[in-house]
């Protein structure tokens, strides 16, 4: 993989991002990052009752793998939960299956999802004291990763398709 200067989207400051985790698939299954990342990948935290970032963002990293498919470049979509009480299997299964068929959906225990969201530096935490309908607060960050080299980039919610898979695409070419 090419590391360039004009491939990088962002300037991370303060230490390392991304690192292993374990988490839950849309079947149930207990799956690990080397599981999950085989091939190039978009990385967003976020959650499925997300009225506005979480579903654009998501369309948006869809779009970015169907564009450097186009261009002979596999990629894949994961979404991972912040919200695992409401966002179960079966929810989170629903809701990538909306937005791309490879998009892979991981949820877990809160201790699962925290530790994959610490690893990555994610920040969230729960909007209101609503039981049913809260929002949650958190970071919308993309982030890209390899098998081979873990994080190497991110995308701020600005990026369009084309920039992202631009970026990827100048990274893996």
Do not use: W
């Not at 869809?62 to 564009?67: F, P």
């Not at 299956?97 to 530096?121: C, D, W």
């Amino acid at each position: 993989m090419r590391d360039a200067p004009e491939c990088r989207a962002g300037t991370v400051a303060g230490g390392a991002i991304g690192g292993p985790f374990e988490l839950v698939d849309e079947r149930g299954r207990t799956v690990t990052d080397a599981d999950i990342i085989t091939e190039p990948s978009i990385i967003y935290f976020g959650f499925t009752f997300c009225p506005d970032f979480c579903p654009i963002d998501s369309a948006r990293n869809a779009a970015a793998v169907d564009i450097l498919e186009e261009e002979g470049i596999s990629a894949t979509p994961i979404f991972i939960t912040i919200d695992p009480a409401r966002d179960t299997v079966d929810v989170v299964s629903d809701y990538t299956e909306n937005f791309h068929p490879k998009m892979i959906g991981l949820t877990g225990s809160e201790e699962q999802v925290s530790a994959a969201a610490k690893a990555y530096r994610v920040a969230y935490s729960k909007a209101d004291d609503d039981p049913d309908y809260y929002l949650m607060n958190h970071s919308v960050f993309s982030y890209f990763v390899t098998p081979e080299d873990g994080f190497v980039d991110f995308f701020r919610r600005e990026s369009s398709p084309e920039e992202v898979a631009q970026l990827i695409s100048c990274h893996v070419s």
